[in-house]
């Protein structure tokens, strides 16, 4: 989870509160499997992992389609309750999703992916590298 103005500090605070630099390693060992840290969403702040392990709030939209399980329906009600950007890759199939503004897109590629994250979350904050840097390592993590 990507946050934006809205600060999400009840979620943070639902989780473990880790304020470290984005990293490849960093990234790969809270999304390991079996791992303390692994179920639940990972909030990035201003350019940092802020918390990982935090429990988001599940949409009550029951018209979404029946295929995307807890997951995505725990995204797209975090994008509902806030101006955040969800980053939602399957357990299952690899597919890359986003939720925003109540809506939730699928099927992205990782240039697709890449393009509307630094277009989301770069555009406002030009110049300030520590976010491409966090932006940068987490589509490294998601490319593989």
Same mark, same amino acid.
């Given at each position: 989870?990507?946050?934006?103005?809205?600060?999400?500090?009840?979620?943070?605070?639902?989780?473990?509160?880790?304020?470290?630099?984005?990293?490849?390693?960093?990234?790969?060992?809270?999304?390991?499997?079996?791992?303390?840290?692994?179920?639940?969403?990972?909030?990035?702040?201003?350019?940092?992992?802020?918390?990982?392990?935090?429990?988001?709030?599940?949409?009550?939209?029951?018209?979404? =389609?029946? !295929?995307? @399980? #807890?997951?995505?329906? &725990?995204?797209? *009600?975090?994008? $509902?309750?806030?101006?955040?950007?969800?980053?939602?890759? =399957?357990? !299952?199939? @690899? #597919?890359?999703?986003? &939720?925003?503004? *109540?809506?939730? $897109?699928?099927?992205?590629?990782?240039?697709?992916?890449?393009?509307?994250?630094?277009?989301?979350?770069?555009?406002?904050?030009? *110049?300030?590298?520590?976010?491409?840097?966090?932006?940068?390592?987490?589509?490294?993590?998601?490319?593989?």
């Amino acid at each position: 989870v990507l946050e934006r103005s809205t600060s999400l500090g009840d979620v943070v605070d639902s989780g473990t509160y880790v304020d470290a630099e984005i990293s490849d390693p960093l990234i790969e060992n809270i999304f390991e499997p079996n791992t303390p840290l692994h179920d639940g969403a990972m909030i990035i702040r201003d350019g940092r992992i802020c918390a990982s392990g935090c429990f988001l709030p599940l949409s009550q939209n029951y018209t979404i =389609s029946k !295929e995307m @399980g #807890t997951r995505h329906r &725990a995204a797209l *009600g975090m994008s $509902e309750n806030s101006d955040a950007v969800v980053v939602v890759v =399957s357990e !299952e199939t @690899g #597919t890359i999703s986003i &939720a925003q503004g *109540g809506v939730i $897109e699928r099927n992205f590629t990782i240039p697709q992916l890449e393009k509307r994250l630094y277009h989301e979350i770069l555009r406002k904050d030009e *110049g300030e590298q520590q976010k491409e840097v966090g932006v940068k390592a987490l589509l490294r993590k998601v490319k593989k």
